[in-house]
């Protein structure tokens, strides 16, 4: 029963990051969307949505490495976990401002949680692929 109870927790947990993911990229998709008219679409705001629910699905609860002198190099997947993390939602941190406040701010801007947004994802996503293909 209490197995049970666990991996339903964990599900829970799963699933409650990828929606975190997917309204961050909601955001980062809405702001950048209005700033470039060309991707002011819905497929877009999907893209982004589906991307943010996979990096944060995978990215975020990476198995660790264990303690011990085998293991004392860096933890690579995990590095880029929590780099991933940050660079994601330092994106949507500046999306949710901008939106906000109303803010006009200069398009190299936009490029920036752009990219921000599509690289933490992506090492999220790296990082969660590695990280359970070494279990």
Do not use: N
Not at 53 to 60: A, R, T, V
Not at 81 to 105: C, Q
Request: with cysteine; charged share 15%; hydrophobic share 60%.
């Amino acid at each position: 029963m209490r197995f049970r109870v666990r991996k339903t927790a964990h599900v829970l947990e799963r699933v409650g990051l990828a929606m975190a993911g997917a309204a961050c990229g909601l955001f980062v998709g809405a702001y950048v969307g209005s700033a470039f008219p060309a991707l002011t679409t819905q497929g877009f705001l999907l893209l982004m949505m589906l991307l943010g629910s996979i990096g944060f699905y995978l990215g975020i609860d990476t198995p660790q490495l264990p303690f011990d002198d085998a293991h004392s190099l860096i933890d690579a997947a995990e590095l880029l976990s929590s780099a991933g993390t940050f660079f994601a939602t330092l994106a949507a941190f500046a999306s949710v401002a901008v939106i906000v406040l109303r803010l006009e701010p200069h398009a190299a801007l936009t490029w920036l949680v752009f990219a921000g947004w599509i690289g933490g994802v992506a090492m999220q996503i790296v990082a969660g692929a590695k990280a359970r293909m070494r279990k």
